[in-house]
């Protein structure tokens, strides 16, 4: 039983172990998209910080040499030289880092290998001057500074980090071997050296996990706020509908009521029956926002059930014609179908039926008296594209883009004063995305539209 347990324990502990180490898809683009940019720039940084820090180490170790001699020598020689190499690489990295930074493409496959490259100088270059240092001086103090500056300074992924400091050290040992010749002090700078590692390769995973959980916090923060954002313009929308969009149709319907009435008391019939077809156009203007309202509530709610099966499209298509007919006969438009010869598609049918109705019923309102409307159904290799074109008023390029956004989307009316909510272009957009399908609009200003669907076949 307790041979159970403890194998448990240590399961869990390399599971916790692998998840901290291996990154998971949204983090390995944060790394890439956040994480490694602001590492660039914190590069560039150094670059610039080490220039003047490499200038006056030249300029104070050349000093000494006319005072030194023998070991010592070669030792301000070795600093001299050393420093001399980061002034070098400072000044090239930071002209490089410069241009790769402004010019944006510090993502680039070449800046992150240069990145890496230059830490990895950095470290080297700390471990060199501790080993010179073994000349004259136990200190290690050189080796401490880069160490810890690397931990502090950049956000390394931890199997990077782990690779780092344990490579790291390793140079470290061998390095101080070769130069420190007291064996007590060689054994006091690699137990230190020890200590040293652990730290910064502590401070570094630390800060690696705190910045990444940092990041992924504000992610979910944005997108609660997006959301929140969403839902109250969702809000907003249901209300100005309720408002004004719902009452107005009603007003019209009992006003003009009210005038049948008078009329009919007086025996006066000359303009019943035109009342009659406002009435008419008010009631179906009416019924197709009820429509909308509730179909568009429940997708909101996920009350609307998907439920796809094989049918006919061409079919779907003439009996939505059909829907239309009179709407048509009024404005004298002419309405085309083109369409290909199998059209079975496995969608759900009243959805699909839906986005028409929208469609047919956009291209109507905007489209001028003895105007014209083709709808083509085109088979596609891996789906089906829904065209519904109009000769009508068009769209501003404007506009255009606010179509599908709720708290932008503003109705408009048609060519004959028609009512509409710009709620039928939402419930389509949000009915295709269900299908896996994509919805494209096309327009130029006073010339017509042409409102494009991706229906995929495939079940």
Excluded at 340 to 366: E, P, Q
Aim: charged share 20%; with cysteine; glycine share 6%.
């Amino acid at each position: 039983m307790k041979t159970k347990r403890f194998n448990g324990n240590i399961i869990r502990i390399l599971s916790s172990l692998q998840s901290f180490f291996k990154l998971t898809d949204e983090e390995k683009k944060i790394y890439y998209k956040e994480i490694f940019s602001e590492n660039t720039r914190r590069v560039f940084y150094l670059s610039l910080m080490a220039i003047p820090v490499s200038i006056v180490h030249i300029i104070l170790f050349s000093q000494k040499l006319e005072f030194v001699a023998g070991v010592e020598r070669q030792w301000v020689k070795s600093i001299i030289y050393t420093h001399l190499s980061l002034l070098i690489v400072a000044i090239v990295s930071g002209v490089y880092l410069y241009f790769s930074i402004f010019r944006r493409k510090r993502n680039s496959k070449t800046s992150i290998v240069y990145t890496h490259v230059l830490l990895s100088f950095v470290l080297i270059l700390g471990i060199a001057l501790t080993a010179f240092d073994q000349f004259v001086t136990p200190a290690i103090t050189p080796f401490l500074n880069t160490t810890i500056l690397i931990g502090l300074f950049f956000q390394i992924r931890p199997t990077i980090s782990v690779i780092y400091y344990t490579a790291s050290y390793a140079l470290y040992y061998f390095a101080i071997s070769q130069t420190q010749l007291n064996q007590d002090m060689l054994i006091s700078n690699q137990v230190n050296g020890i200590s040293i590692t652990a730290i910064g390769l502590c401070l570094s995973l630390i800060l690696w996990h705190s910045r990444l959980t940092r990041i992924l916090q504000q992610k979910q923060i944005l997108q609660q706020n997006k959301a929140l954002h969403d839902s109250n313009a969702q809000k907003d929308k249901f209300f100005s509908i309720i408002a004004h969009d719902l009452t107005n149709p009603f007003n019209s319907i009992k006003g003009f009521s009210d005038l049948i009435l008078e009329q009919v008391e007086e025996k006066n019939y000359e303009t019943v029956g035109e009342y009659a077809m406002i009435i008419n156009q008010s009631v179906n203007s009416t019924m197709d926002l009820l429509r909308n309202l509730m179909d568009w509530s429940r997708a909101q709610t996920g009350m609307m059930e998907f439920k796809p099966g094989y049918f006919d499209l061409n079919g779907l298509v003439k009996e939505t014609e059909n829907l239309f007919a009179g709407a048509l006969k009024q404005k004298k438009i002419f309405f085309t179908i083109n369409t290909s010869g199998n059209t079975v598609i496995f969608a759900d049918k009243n959805m699909i039926r839906t986005i028409l109705c929208n469609l047919i019923s956009n291209a109507i309102k905007f489209t001028h008296r003895d105007g014209h409307i083709v709808l083509s159904v085109l088979k596609q290799t891996n789906e089906y594209l829904i065209s519904v074109s109009d000769d009508g008023v068009g769209i501003p390029p404007d506009t255009i883009e606010k179509l599908f956004l709720i708290d932008q989307n503003k109705s408009t009316r048609g060519t004959q004063n028609e009512s509409g909510t710009g709620l039928g272009l939402l419930l389509c957009k949000e009915l295709i995305e269900k299908h896996g399908g994509k919805i494209r609009v096309e327009s130029e200003y006073g010339k017509g539209s042409t409102f494009n669907v991706s229906i995929p076949y495939n079940p």
